[in-house]
């Protein structure tokens, strides 16, 4: 059984939650899905491999630029355990689309969850998660996916018996719909045009000759081009970001579980 995990993480914080739970179901290979210049293609899983699969929840769906990335592998037995990384909002159908999109590419998905994560734009909500509580309960769910998977086939006059049924996850079909949302993070004064935020760009939203502006119909505000600015000088616009806060409120505040499906 070879391990392998493959993240979509613009800001770290789904990276952080593999991180957790891959201290006790270790990952052989790790994969990064926010390489624009990546060939994906090249990525193989037979039988052999259990594949785990993260994503953060974008207005309740998968971001489609995961799902683009995936389809170039090939994929032909393999299991996964699949993540939906979110806000401390919800992730609505972000697991269903990402099970039911991993079935499509030729995945067997044994194992999901749903984790808290800091806010990627209005910090304040998920602050600090994932944290130490959180480690501890992903470690856990990582040693038992582990033994699920090592006792996943039973003999039969000989013959090893998948006995696993198919795995449950929260969603609805159609999926919610997303349209991204009008926070596009741009240049301030300070910004020397060293280029490191259109090189890091999952989707190429910012020219490499012109690193101070940015493609606002390409942009899907993953807030990578904050994380990456060494001089700080990425941002959105603050009003923004206080009337998005206040819309939040009252579903963002207080600590959201992660959940589990095994």
Same mark, same amino acid.
């Given at each position: 059984?070879?391990?392998?995990?493959?993240?979509?993480?613009?800001? $770290? $914080? /789904?990276?952080?939650?593999? =991180?957790?739970?891959?201290?006790?179901?270790?990952?052989?290979?790790?994969?990064?899905?926010?390489?624009?210049?990546?060939?994906?293609?090249?990525? =193989?899983?037979?039988?052999?491999?259990?594949?785990?699969?993260?994503?953060?929840?974008?207005?309740?769906?998968?971001?489609?630029?995961?799902? =683009?990335?995936?389809?170039?592998?090939?994929?032909?037995?393999?299991?996964?355990?699949?993540?939906?990384?979110?806000?401390?909002?919800?992730?609505?159908?972000?697991?269903?689309?990402?099970? =039911?999109?991993? $079935?499509?590419?030729?995945?067997?998905?044994?194992?999901?969850?749903?984790?808290?994560?800091?806010?990627?734009?209005?910090?304040?909500?998920?602050?600090?998660?994932?944290?130490?509580?959180? *480690?501890?309960?992903?470690?856990?769910?990582?040693? *038992?996916?582990?033994?699920?998977?090592?006792?996943?086939?039973?003999?039969?006059?000989?013959?090893?018996?998948?006995?696993?049924?198919?795995?449950? !996850? @929260?969603?609805?079909?159609?999926?919610?719909?997303?349209?991204?949302? @009008?926070?596009?993070?741009?240049?301030?004064?300070?910004? /020397?045009?060293?280029?490191?935020?259109?090189?890091?760009?999952?989707?190429?939203?910012?020219?490499?000759?012109?690193?101070? %502006?940015?493609?606002?119909?390409?942009?899907?505000?993953?807030?990578?081009?904050? /994380? !990456?600015?060494?001089?700080?000088?990425?941002?959105?616009?603050?009003?923004?970001?206080?009337? %998005?806060?206040?819309?939040?409120?009252? !579903?963002?505040?207080?600590?959201?579980?992660?959940?589990?499906?095994?």
């Amino acid at each position: 059984m070879r391990i392998n995990c493959m993240y979509f993480s613009p800001t $770290g $914080g /789904t990276k952080k939650v593999m =991180e957790f739970f891959c201290e006790k179901m270790p990952a052989e290979q790790w994969i990064d899905l926010s390489i624009r210049d990546c060939d994906y293609s090249t990525y =193989e899983f037979g039988e052999e491999d259990v594949c785990i699969i993260a994503v953060p929840s974008y207005g309740g769906r998968v971001p489609g630029i995961v799902l =683009e990335r995936m389809k170039q592998m090939k994929v032909q037995g393999a299991k996964a355990v699949i993540a939906a990384v979110y806000g401390n909002r919800a992730y609505d159908d972000t697991l269903l689309e990402l099970k =039911e999109e991993c $079935g499509a590419c030729g995945f067997e998905v044994v194992a999901a969850l749903a984790a808290v994560a800091e806010h990627s734009i209005v910090r304040q909500y998920g602050a600090g998660r994932p944290d130490e509580e959180d *480690r501890k309960e992903l470690q856990e769910f990582a040693k *038992r996916v582990q033994e699920s998977l090592e006792n996943a086939y039973i003999e039969d006059n000989g013959q090893e018996i998948n006995n696993k049924k198919e795995l449950k !996850v @929260p969603g609805n079909s159609p999926y919610r719909e997303y349209n991204g949302v @009008p926070l596009k993070p741009k240049a301030g004064h300070d910004c /020397t045009k060293c280029g490191k935020c259109a090189a890091e760009c999952p989707v190429g939203a910012i020219p490499e000759d012109n690193p101070d %502006t940015v493609d606002e119909d390409k942009c899907i505000s993953c807030m990578r081009c904050i /994380t !990456v600015c060494p001089q700080h000088a990425r941002k959105v616009n603050s009003v923004l970001v206080l009337g %998005t806060a206040a819309k939040l409120k009252k !579903v963002c505040s207080g600590r959201k579980p992660n959940e589990l499906f095994l």
